[in-house]
């Protein structure tokens, strides 16, 4: 069963940049589809992008293209993604959830991560 | 692409069905056949709990069932218990390889 381990909560101020990093144990990255999503306070799933089991490859929702970089380290199995240029509306709960190729589901989900973006 | 819009709330006495709509367009929801459910409970990731507009992953109940009309897609849940008091949400592809979450429901168990 793969299970995903995200990073610890961050604060940071506007304009900075924040990485967050998304650990599987269990079957490697390779396999899956790994998607990003977040809900900021009190509100809904937004989903943001994904990265393509090639590692190189990724895909974003108009929102965030050019302000997210989505990376993978395959010798430690693990997904990064990266914020650029933060604003306070980026304060959320950042997931990270893997799609089996072409199944168009998300299964498993991490843990979460908050990230908050304050002066 | 917009949210797809899904009712803010939707209640019911222990139970009883509830039906929770997401309406989209032909570019996602009436265009495909990849609409998938998520339950969320407060503070947890969310768990997926159907998936291909109808199917049931392992271990969900068979309570939970999906259907699709044209641009509308539906859960309903059966037999209503209060672990199912939680927040849901349809999502559906949309082509181009992105994806489109619904505004998201409260389910409240009376």
């Known amino acids: 069963q793969v299970q995903l381990v995200q990073s610890g909560a961050e604060v940071k101020k506007p304009g900075a940049s924040v990485m967050v990093s998304c650990k599987t144990s269990?079957?490697?990255?390779?396999?899956?589809?790994v998607h990003w999503v977040r809900q900021a306070p009190g509100q809904g799933l937004e989903w943001m992008g994904v990265?393509?089991?090639?590692?190189?490859?990724?895909n974003f929702a108009q929102d965030f293209q050019g302000r997210v970089t989505l990376t993978r380290d395959t010798s430690t199995s693990t997904v990064y993604m990266e914020i650029s240029s933060l604003r306070s509306e980026d304060t959320a709960v950042y997931y990270c959830?893997?799609?089996?190729?072409?199944?168009?589901?998300?299964?498993?989900w991490g843990q979460g991560t908050l990230v908050t973006v304050s002066s | 692409q917009s949210a797809l819009t899904q009712p803010a709330s939707v209640s019911g006495s222990p139970g009883q069905s509830i039906t929770i709509s997401c309406t989209g367009t032909?570019?996602?929801?009436?265009?495909?056949?990849?609409v998938s459910w998520y339950q969320q409970h407060p503070s947890k990731a969310p768990k997926v709990m159907i998936y291909?507009?109808?199917k049931r992953p392992s271990g969900v109940s068979n309570r939970f069932s999906g259907s699709k009309s044209g641009n509308t897609a539906s859960l309903t849940i059966s037999g209503l218990q209060a672990e199912d008091e939680a927040d849901y949400y349809c999502?559906?592809?949309?082509?181009?390889?992105?994806?489109?979450f619904g505004t998201g429901t409260k389910v409240t168990i009376l």
């Open positions: 291909d507009v109808s």
């Open positions: 032909s570019s996602d929801v009436g265009g495909y056949n990849s």
């Open positions: 269990g079957n490697s990255f390779s396999n899956y589809y």
């Open positions: 999502c559906s592809y949309g082509g181009s390889s992105n994806y489109v």
């Open positions: 990265l393509f089991p090639s590692g190189i490859e990724t």
């Open positions: 959830a893997t799609e089996v190729p072409n199944t168009g589901w998300f299964d498993p």
